[in-house]
């Protein structure tokens, strides 16, 4: 099968959708399968095989991030030189749109994975954000409602787009994880590089730096755990937009000393992050999966997060982790009950390396493939019936 990917984010940049495109391609093209890839292009960004970069203008709103400029006259004549059978979307905006574009014009059946909740991000725009919020759902809807098939990270996002007006199948199927880059890393990483006290327990968050990610909230948390338990180090992996503002805040808070900032990491120190952590914490309420949360749990890392969209499927309460409403008192409460019993944190990490099976790359990957083949039985049949 040949598979084109358009997206409009990919590597360098990192972020859960870059993510998910990266481990479905490997499981693809693990299993026989051609991928492409059409995105865009970035500053210094390397060659690849089968990656098809467009021209594009960075981003007024984030340094790191760039806008493909969506046009190609050639673009069609690529896709059917190429043999593709399957045009796989993962943006309702500029190379989603216009992937969507070619396979209505060669009749390529069109999948669409909705990552985001994009009326979650309206604070980026200055004026007008509930007429804004209206606006990316309808656009949401208008797309979904064009596709063959729409892909979502779990069951519950399933039924907010329902909830827009989406009638097009939908199909929950989770970004799958690697569980191989598990058994490889280095725990004693995280420690070594930062400085972490011997004798300090260590909260982890992988994620974007924005506001959506509600890290305020997870900062200020902290800083009420700290008072309990001074012997506590959190660290922060990641990059993105209001990264300096959060550093001020831990230096508002006081908690500056205990926090760890690493940026941007690339996949192998991710991966000892989570090994050298002893307790994993999500205070999100936007997420469509929350990857992080499945890539934790294949660490072994027992989880505390508020319950919130995909976190709710993320996690089982009382056996791999904990869901708390988005109240703080009661998130730092369950964070210190768990630091508190080492006993507690082996018991959910280990049934959390047990679960996340569930959800490996493999399995995802498989389930994928099934349902792209359905679209192209179901064209086979339209076309000789």
């Known amino acids: ?22 481990t479905f391609s490997a499981e693809f093209r693990s299993l026989g399968h051609k991928v492409y890839i059409f ?32 046009i190609s006259p050639t673009l069609g004549k690529t896709v059917q030189s190429l043999g593709i059978d399957i045009i796989h979307v ?20 069109l999948v669409y994975t ?18 804004s919020r209206w606006v990316v759902r309808k656009v949401s809807k208008d797309f979904c409602n064009n596709c063959d098939l729409v892909v979502v990270p779990t069951g519950v996002i399933e039924e907010v787009l329902r909830q827009y007006g989406v009638t097009t199948e939908i199909k929950p199927i989770p970004t ?30 992988v994620g974007r730096l924005g506001l959506e990610k509600n ?50 990491l690339d996949r192998a120190k991710v991966v000892n992050a989570y090994l050298g952590a002893d307790l994993f914490v999500f205070a999100s309420v936007t997420e469509t999966q929350g990857l992080v949360l499945g890539e934790a749990k294949a660490a072994g890392l027992p989880i505390v997060a508020v319950e919130a969209f995909g976190a709710k499927e993320m996690i089982n309460p009382g056996i791999d982790g904990y869901l708390t409403p988005l109240v703080q008192e009661v998130f730092v409460d369950r964070i210190l009950q768990l630091l508190a019993d080492p006993e507690e944190r082996k018991r959910l990490g280990n049934n959390a390396r047990q679960n996340v099976e569930n959800i490996s790359a493999s399995k995802s990957a498989k389930l994928l493939l099934k349902c792209y083949q359905n679209l192209l039985d179901h064209k086979y049949q339209a076309a000789v019936g």
């Open 1 to 22: 099968m040949n598979i084109a990917f358009f997206s409009d984010s990919y590597r360098p940049y990192t972020s859960g959708v870059v993510r998910s495109i990266e």
């Open 39 to 70: 995105a865009p292009n970035y500053p210094n960004c390397k060659k690849e095989e089968d990656v098809f970069r467009f021209i594009s203008v960075p981003s007024l709103a984030h340094q790191d991030f760039t806008l493909a400029i969506p």
């Open 90 to 109: 993962h943006s309702p905006f500029l190379l989603g749109r216009l992937g969507a574009k070619i396979a209505k014009k060669l009749g390529i059946p």
């Open 114 to 131: 909705y990552h985001t909740l994009y009326d979650q991000y309206v604070h980026y725009v200055p004026i007008a954000q509930n007429f």
């Open 176 to 205: 799958g994880i690697d569980l191989r880059d598990y058994a490889k890393g280095n725990a004693g990483w995280l420690r070594q590089t930062y400085q972490i006290p011997e004798n300090d327990l260590v909260l982890l968050y």
């Open 215 to 264: 890290l305020d909230f997870l900062l200020q948390s902290f800083q009420q755990i700290l008072q309990a338990a001074p012997q506590t180090t959190l660290v922060l992996v990641g990059g993105g937009p209001q990264e300096e503002y959060f550093k001020e805040l831990c230096t508002t808070l006081q908690i500056g000393h205990k926090v760890v900032f690493t940026g941007t």
